[in-house]
């Protein structure tokens, strides 16, 4: 596959070629900011890319340009809400590849409310994307990685899995489960080889955060508070979380790695 160039001077994307060759990855929520990074980079290491994401034109957005730089990439459109969607996807992935090396579950939502004013559907949606969605798709993944005697998983958890910051009760809670539910299956399933771990991103650039970076003055003060002094790309998380997706990580498992700029040092 091309590699890229190097975008500007924050953006490097150190590449180690084939790391993933004919290895079958899915990317749950990849079709935009940080889990698209990651399935570009899976690509342009030789992986068998399937993404699953709700957003379809991005999903398709993102499936054309990983085509035409050369990858080997497959999309279902899914909501991660509803269990039966999810088990259409991995039916539809093993009848594909017959079978799945690498599970990234990147799908989440999250935005600041105030305690006392969260709404009961809000704190539902947000635990069914960020929480529950990944316990419906790795629940049927890991039964075939257990048949296939191996198998790597990594969730995107957040720094918000361990700091309680303000306006963000229902994320932080669902992080902070995720991370809880990563380390859970890392003692079920290390005896069967398979991995899993948590990712923790600090503040990354993307349509997430989007909200919260028009404040120019903030994030100013922000990025200067933090040791490495500057936000976060995607392409900042796609080396560690590939890293834990990778061979080179087959004696971690149960970790919560941050990639935060220090913010929690
Ligand atoms: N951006 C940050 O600063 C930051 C920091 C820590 C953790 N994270 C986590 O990283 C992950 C990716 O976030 P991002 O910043 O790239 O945001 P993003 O909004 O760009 O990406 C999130 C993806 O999840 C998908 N998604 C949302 N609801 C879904 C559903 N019901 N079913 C399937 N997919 C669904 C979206 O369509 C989108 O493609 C999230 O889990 C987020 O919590 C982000």
Redo the contacts with the bound molecule.
């Keep these: 596959m091309r590699v890229p160039k190097r975008g500007g001077k924050n953006r490097k994307d150190h590449f180690i070629p084939d790391r993933f060759d004919g290895q079958v990855c899915l990317i749950?929520?990849g079709?935009?900011?940080?889990?698209k990074s990651i399935a570009t980079r899976l690509a342009r290491e030789g992986a068998h890319l399937v993404i699953a994401?709700?957003?379809r034109p991005?999903l398709a957005e993102t499936k054309a340009e990983i085509s035409a730089a050369g990858g080997k990439v497959r999309t279902i459109p899914?909501?991660?809400?509803r269990a039966a969607q999810v088990e259409r996807l991995v039916r539809q992935v093993l009848a594909w590849h017959r079978r799945i090396d690498v599970l990234m579950y990147?799908?989440?939502?999250?935005k600041p409310v105030p305690f006392v004013e969260t709404s009961e559907a809000f704190w539902d949606q947000t635990m069914e994307?960020?929480l529950k969605?990944a316990f419906l798709v790795s629940r049927l993944v890991a039964k075939q990685m257990i048949k296939q005697r191996g198998g790597k998983i990594v969730f995107?958890a957040?720094?918000n899995s361990w700091d309680g910051e303000g306006l963000m009760a229902p994320y932080n809670a669902s992080k902070a489960g995720l991370f809880l539910l990563g380390k859970t299956m890392a003692r079920e399933l290390g005896p069967h080889g398979i991995n899993v771990n948590c990712l923790g991103?600090?503040?990354?650039r993307?349509?997430?955060?989007a909200p919260i970076m028009k404040d120019r003055k903030f994030m100013k003060k922000y990025a200067n508070l933090l040791p490495l002094g500057r936000l976060g790309w995607?392409e900042d998380i796609a080396g560690p979380a590939t890293f834990l997706a990778s061979r080179d990580a087959d004696y971690v498992t149960g970790v919560l790695l941050f990639v935060d700029g220090g913010q929690l040092a």
């Design positions: 749950v929520g079709a935009q900011g940080i889990g994401d709700v957003d991005k899914t909501d991660v809400r990147v799908s989440g939502i999250g994307v960020n969605g995107m957040s720094t991103p600090g503040f990354i993307t349509r997430l955060t995607p």
